[in-house]
């Protein structure tokens, strides 16, 4: 008489039988060939034995990501008011000029991946056995 091996504990079971009569556990089932891992018996592919492939983009639009603008005013006020140019006097407007670079966008943020960097685009592959 033909009899059906089960995996989970080795006892032997009648063909056509779905549990084992030992252990319950589903006779369903088949070992992986590359790896032994106990997968469904019409499983296309393994559970545990598989390939990944992952493509990662970091600023996908380009976009420029600026570091925040200069914050401190120079010294506006004349020493010397004969030599020093671009300084306010009182009763002026403060100007541009004056300004120096007060408030202007110099530089992006740093070069770190994903913050200032231009596009990256990353491809991974990954086979799991």
Do not use: Y
């Not at 030992?22 to 499983?43: F, G, K, T």
Request: net charge neutral.
């Amino acid at each position: 008489m033909a009899t059906l091996k089960c995996l989970a504990c080795g006892h032997d079971n009648h063909v056509g039988d779905e549990w084992c009569s030992s252990c319950s556990s589903s006779l369903n089932l088949r070992l992986c060939s590359a790896c032994e891992a106990i997968n469904a018996h019409d499983a296309e592919r393994c559970h545990s034995c598989n390939a990944e492939f992952r493509i990662e983009v970091f600023n996908v639009f380009d976009r420029a990501n600026f570091s925040n603008p200069v914050a401190t005013l120079p010294n506006a006020l004349p020493t010397n008011a004969t030599t020093e140019a671009n300084k306010v006097q009182p009763g002026q407007a403060f100007t541009s000029a004056a300004a120096g670079a007060f408030g202007t966008l110099t530089s992006t943020v740093g070069r770190t991946v994903g913050l200032g960097t231009p596009r990256q685009v990353q491809f991974a592959f990954r086979f799991n056995f």
